[in-house]
């Protein structure tokens, strides 16, 4: 079956076994090494969680530089900061050199992150120098951001994930919580909407 297949009024409608085969379907952690990590910002408690998983690359010696994505101010502390700031200080305060850290602060969705990161990357990084990136993220964001780095970076580039570890967040527990379904079912509208606009290619899942 395919996503594309499934009029809109009915994802919802969509089994257990079917979500999770869309959403977290074919994607797997990777220990390749590779030049840059981009990690997607959200609000700051995923966000530390995503900057964390960085960490875990940078401390096993598969990243060479970290570009943290994310235009939007949270309060956090009494202090106003872009999400791209507070995973940079997420990161320095786990020991992550603050020299290899280039912030995009301008992406406000997943796309912009992409965007966004290309230009700090190659302003500051160079695509001439590097040919392989790790995509970090929540693990129900995964696929979608996959689908999107390949369309918007540089097809030469060899393209990695790593998400956040997360009790909630994975293929054996997200339908157990209520704020994970929220997410898997908005990640799954934007699956078929990126289908529909032929952004990606389509998505089979089981029946």
Not at 121 to 145: G, L
Request: charged share 25%; hydrophobic share 40%.
């Amino acid at each position: 079956m395919k996503l594309s297949q499934i009029p809109d009024t009915q994802l919802k409608n969509l089994t257990v076994s079917q979500k999770t085969d869309i959403v977290y379907g074919k994607i797997e952690q990777n220990t390749e090494k590779a030049d840059v990590a981009i990690i997607l910002g959200c609000e700051p408690k995923r966000a530390e969680r995503r900057a964390l998983a960085c960490v875990e690359l940078y401390k096993k010696g598969l990243i060479k530089y970290i570009i943290p994505s994310g235009a939007p101010q949270n309060q956090v502390n009494g202090e106003s900061l872009t999400e791209a700031e507070y995973m940079k200080r997420v990161l320095v305060k786990n020991g992550v050199n603050p020299d290899i850290i280039y912030k995009d602060e301008h992406a406000l969705t997943t796309v912009e992150n992409f965007l966004g990161s290309a230009m700090v990357w190659h302003r500051n990084i160079s695509f001439y120098k590097t040919d392989s990136a790790y995509v970090v993220s929540a693990a129900c964001h995964m696929r979608r951001a996959m689908f999107l780095a390949k369309a918007v970076l540089p097809r030469y580039l060899k393209l990695y994930c790593y998400y956040s570890n997360d009790e909630k967040d994975n293929a054996q527990s997200w339908f157990k919580f209520p704020e994970i379904i929220k997410e898997v079912d908005w990640e799954i509208r934007c699956l078929k909407k990126l289908i529909t606009t032929g952004i990606i290619d389509d998505i089979e899942f089981c029946e």
